[in-house]
């Protein structure tokens, strides 16, 4: 079993209508619901109203992969918090930034760029074409799969040249967008996946289901360990 946390901020839901409709119980649990159903993850969820804004180190010891869902408060997350998040990765936790944490602390801290991008709101379609058909997180997509409606992000996206592009989305309003980008940190593997606005239902869309699966299995680390920099002897001399 994979030991999965989801984190989230779980503003929107309680505040807004259309999200509050959508996530009654909070992203966080709507993204549970279907990795509980897979049977492959062993699924806890955290939040920012918890303490130290839901992160600690044990918690984060025992988490092979964390995702990552936050829009309104990446300010209100503790430096502290994106720190242990930030370590956490580079001794091998994978990471999952969904949609608007592209601007939370501990995924601009891994990419060292602001992460800024351009974005606007008027519920277009997204299609989300597969860039590598043979990497592990597109298995089980065609080559494109549509999202009905949903928040436009746009080129240019302020991050580092991706390791791996998996995939590119395309608005019917014409922008296009690198969608869904791997990144290697340490020890640690990164994936960062666009679609997720908080006023449609796009966690419950059944391709994104099976990317953010995909994603968690890719990035569960094969093994762990902090990376230190050590003084050594010349071989031979060793006592
Ligand atoms: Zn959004």
Redesign the pocket.
């Known amino acids: 079993m994979i030991k999965v946390t989801i984190w989230n901020e779980f503003i929107h839901e309680k505040t807004k209508p259309l999200p509050a409709r959508h996530y009654p119980n909070g992203i966080h649990n709507a993204i549970k619901e279907f990795l509980d159903a897979d049977g492959r993850f062993e699924v806890k969820t955290a939040a920012l109203e918890g303490e130290n804004c839901g992160i600690t180190k044990e918690l984060l010891d025992n988490t092979d992969v964390l995702l990552w869902w936050g ?1 309104v408060a990446h300010d209100r997350v503790s430096d502290e918090a994106a720190e242990l998040v930030h370590n956490a990765v580079l001794s091998g936790m994978g990471f999952i930034a969904l ?2 944490a592209h601007h939370s602390k501990p995924f601009r801290r891994l990419m060292g760029t602001t992460c800024n991008l351009s974005w606007r709101e008027d519920g277009d379609m997204e299609r989300i074409w597969v860039i590598k058909p043979s990497h592990p997180i597109a298995q089980g997509i065609d080559r494109y799969f549509e999202i009905e409606h949903e ?1 436009t992000y746009a080129e240019p996206f302020d991050i580092p040249e991706p390791d791996e592009l998996v995939f590119g989305g395309w608005y019917s309003g014409g922008e296009i967008f690198r969608s869904g980008c791997c990144f290697y940190r340490g020890n640690g593997k990164i994936f960062y996946f666009q679609p997720g ?2 006023t449609v239902p796009v966690f419950k869309n059944e391709n994104v289901q099976t990317v953010i699966k995909n994603a968690i299995c890719w990035a569960a680390p094969t093994a762990r360990f902090e990376i230190k920099c050590s003084h050594i002897k010349k071989i031979g001399s060793e006592e």
Do not use: N, T, V, Y
């Open positions: 829009h949609h608007s928040e606005h908080e």
